[in-house]
Nanobody, 118 residues
């Protein structure tokens, strides 16, 4: 059973906007932390954006000022919008959820490839 399903990746032009969605299943009861990570070829995974239950957000240094994470609890979906895309934003983007509390179960999506063309 797929707990997290990402969508919205693909080929986008530099300077454009990326919009990703992550639909989470009912296996996940009450997300405490929802986030987007990415891994570029040959690099370590890095945090792109995080939103916690109370609404607080954090962003990775490389995307600050360009990224917005949001959620729609009724739709069981977390979103990522990334503006002013750069070739270095090319990566596999992963949705992440920690359920219920700070030490709750964690879930990862399978990832969606984003390629930014210059």
């Amino acid at each position: 059973q797929v707990q997290l399903a990402e969508s919205g990746g693909g080929l986008v032009q530099a300077g454009g906007t990326l919009r990703l969605s992550c639909l989470y299943s009912e296996v996940i009861f009450s997300p405490h932390t929802m986030a987007w990570y990415r891994r570029a070829l040959g690099k370590q995974r890095e945090l792109v954006a995080e939103i916690r239950r109370g609404g607080d957000t954090d962003y990775g240094d490389s995307v600050k000022g360009r990224a917005t994470i949001s959620r729609d609890n009724a739709k069981r979906t977390v979103y990522l919008e990334l503006d002013r895309l750069k070739p270095e934003d090319t990566a596999i983007y992963y949705c992440y959820i920690r359920d219920r509390h700070p030490f709750g179960a964690t879930f990862w999506g399978q990832g969606t490839q984003v390629t930014v063309s210059s």
